[in-house]
């Protein structure tokens, strides 16, 4: 694999996958997404269906498991089974029964999640963990939505305290949000942020991500991608708990417990306030000690790692304005 980030265009192969469900057949929700190639995609298959976006589709021939009649955008489920009963499908109590007379799952596909998931695990093996060098300056880069459009910014600090500089990029947004797949929605956008502020001089030692570095299913979140794509010294620092498992009752802020996935330690809780706990993880060229002495040292006066909590507000306030 090269260093080119591929994004297939999920939405159309799901539209494709939707109009392939022939007149008087049905499909399900999860059937829809092992045909991307991830079962993991379900919720996310359902949310769209029942979108704006899709009410041009078929999608009244898209059921539950159950065979429980779906919602598709401005009609409610007796008008959707309505429509199911007229092209020849057998509903009864709000369901088609039985289900799989009626199922359909010849799908032709190249099942591109399934791709992501191939890529995300070589990212994975090409990640280095190792302690982090000598930190003087900080990158941060977070990311807001104005319609279609990523806004990214960048923010250089100094560790004691002191903003640099910053720089702000505009991408397209070509990549649906789905959870473990988020590189393909933002890594666009955070490289091209990235690459702006090293034309400006400003390349830091250390750069923080607003996402997941290796507490990830695959090795591979957000900043770990971004720092083998790079191959800077990247950290992960996530608002929530993508995976992985801790208890993190009773912490006290400035305490951290580790978060397992498996057998292996890949990230940790840190409590910066009363009211927020952040999952760290190193990305590459980081180790878990190094990331949470980081975020440690950033987070002392804030929630959030004064950076990062710069990098969101630039951006949000860019994308409003």
Known sequence: MGDELRVPDVLAVLRDLVLQVPSGRVTTYRALAEALGDPGATPFVAEWLMSLEAADLPAHRVVHASGAVGRTWGRAQEETAQRLIAEGVRVEGGQVVPLTRYFFWDFRTERPLAMLQAEQEEIGRRVALAPLPEVRTVGAVDIAY????????????????????????????????????????????YRAAVAEAERAGLAA????????????????????????????????????????????????????RPVALGEDTVGAAIRTDRNRTLFVSPGHR???????????????????????????????ETAAG
């Open 146 to 189: 104005r319609g279609d459009e990523a806004v990214a910014a960048y923010v250089l600090g100094e560790l004691g305290g002191d903003v640099v500089d910053y720089v702000v990029a505009r991408m397209p947004v070509r990549f649906p949000y789905i959870p473990t797949y988020l590189s393909y929605r933002e890594l666009p956008a």
């Open 205 to 256: 030692d250390v750069l923080l991500v607003d996402g997941n570095g290796v507490l990830h299913p695959r090795r591979a979140g957000v900043a770990a991608y971004l720092g083998v794509l790079l191959d800077r010294p990247t950290v992960g620092v996530a608002k929530r708990r993508l995976c992985g498992d801790v208890n993190t009752v009773g912490m006290a802020i400035g305490e951290w």
């Open 286 to 316: 980081a180790d878990l000690a190094g990331a949470v002495e980081l975020v440690q040292a950033l987070t002392r006066q804030t929630a959030l790692p004064w950076p990062l909590m710069w990098a969101h507000d630039l951006a949000a």
